[in-house]
């Protein structure tokens, strides 16, 4: 029997133009070298999204695999070795559905030594136990295949991909910083918008105007507060709060002077925008219901939130009670969640990861901060006959792509790695015996 299973999904190799740089492929590499020179009865699992085969856009079917080997000489022949030694399998997600849909790639994968499984999911054997393994697109609406294996039945997501994704790759390098190519690491998708947004202002955006508005937008807070006391006192209702205003402001001299026409200029454009905000509101209010109704826009479908995998799960429990463990991948964003006495698992993302920082003052737009969280699992079988979930993280330094200015206007947030390092997953055998599951809180 296997003693160890490495665990990895969502790499995301290839893709046109900008796309074609994966940041880790030198951490990838090291890790399988690793696993050639094991000593282990282990099995490499790569659970979907291995490729970016929907990000290419100008080669179609099996030439995308000789775009693939053309492009990554060096990582296919360490797939060669890594394979001689021990089993490597990979099983399709949605960016690389093709896999499953011909044939002829089980054969091309399989001269590097790579087992494709051309199916939904997979289990394997550990200890007294089963583990489950899957991408997890079926479970999202937007990506969801709708008829597994036929090569033309592709979801909204791969045209969403095959517009936006594939053309930010081939339009990122034309930036004055190469970012749009990093719109894979935007998750959830409804944040697009506001990272694209903010890329504009804090990197496209000529540096004077940037420079000039930063002001009135830090101040907007500030202002609407003097366009409250400034509405009081016009309507007669309360002059003591723009006195005040008036008082304090005259008693730095020039600058208070110069803030005060700061605020001035604030409030005629805050009126402004009021009044155009009033009429575009309901606009864009009822173009959202017209949406709605032609089924286009539903929000509750944006994004598949954690709940549906863990019922996803718990319906795999409850069908096979043999399971003690559910693996998916997908949502790029790794975990391990205890439901009742058995795990859930998500393998995550090699690709970059954000996180959205708002500033305290004003209204300027948010930060998205980036960083690595290159992971694995490691599933073995515990002594009791249990499973054993060992998280493993490859140290890789963050890009620290933010500007001086993003860096001024937010704090860097501090990494926190929630998953434990070791889990020990003891299913009950009946459903009277004692439930216990020991998790070593101390992160690595």
């Known amino acids: 029997m296997t003693d160890a299973y490495y665990l990895i999904s969502d790499l995301h190799v290839g893709g046109d133009e900008q796309l074609e740089h994966v940041d880790f492929l030198d951490e990838l590499l090291s890790f399988l070298r690793t696993l050639e020179t094991t000593d282990e009865d282990a099995e490499l699992i790569i659970n979907g999204d291995a490729f970016g085969l929907w990000e290419f856009t100008a080669v179609d079917g099996l030439d995308k695999f000789d775009a693939l080997v053309d492009r990554y000489p060096e990582l296919f022949e360490q797939f060669r070795a890594t394979g001689s030694r021990i089993p490597i399998t990979l099983i399709p997600g949605n960016h690389d559905y093709e896999l499953a849909a011909y044939p002829e790639y089980v054969d091309r994968l399989a001269e590097f030594n790579v087992t494709l499984r051309q199916e939904i999911s997979i289990t394997r054997p550990v200890g007294d136990h089963v583990v489950y393994i899957e991408h997890g697109m079926q479970r999202d609406p937007n990506n969801r295949i709708p008829d597994f294996g036929n090569p033309y039945a592709n979801p909204p997501g791969y045209y969403v991909n095959r517009q936006i994704t594939s053309r930010a790759g081939r339009l990122s390098a034309r930036g004055k910083f190469n970012w749009l190519k990093d719109i894979q690491a935007v998750t959830p998708m409804t944040q697009i918008p506001a990272w694209i947004l903010s890329n504009y202002f804090y990197r496209e955006m000529s540096p004077w105007l940037r420079y000039v508005s930063a002001p009135f937008l830090l101040l907007f807070n500030v202002g609407f507060l003097y366009v409250l006391a400034f509405a009081l006192d016009a309507a007669g209702l309360w002059s003591l709060p723009m006195a005040f205003v008036e008082r304090v402001l005259g008693l730095f001299g020039p600058v208070g002077a110069l803030v005060d026409l700061l605020l001035t200029a604030n409030l005629v454009i805050t009126l402004l925008l009021l009044l155009v905000a009033i009429p575009l509101y309901a606009f864009v209010r009822d173009a959202r219901k017209t949406l709605r109704r032609f089924g286009i826009d539903r929000p509750d479908e944006r994004d598949p939130p954690v709940d549906v995998y863990l019922a996803g799960a718990r319906e795999v429990f409850a069908a096979d009670p043999s399971v003690a463990v559910f693996v998916y991948g997908h949502t790029h964003r790794p975990s391990v969640t205890e439901v009742e006495d058995r795990v859930v698992i998500n393998t ?43 998280y493993e993280l490859v140290e890789k330094a963050p890009p620290n792509d933010e500007t001086w200015f993003q860096r001024l206007l937010t704090r860097t947030p501090r990494r926190e790695d929630g998953i434990p390092p070791r889990t020990v997953v003891r299913p009950a055998r009946e459903p009277e015996a004692d439930v216990s599951m020991d998790t070593d809180s101390t992160n690595e």
């Open 348 to 390: 995550g993302t090699w690709l970059k990861r954000l996180r959205r920082i708002d500033p305290a003052f004003g209204v300027l737009p948010p930060v998205f901060y980036s960083w690595y969280q290159l992971n694995y699992f490691r599933l073995s079988a515990a002594e009791n006959g249990g499973v054993v979930v060992d």
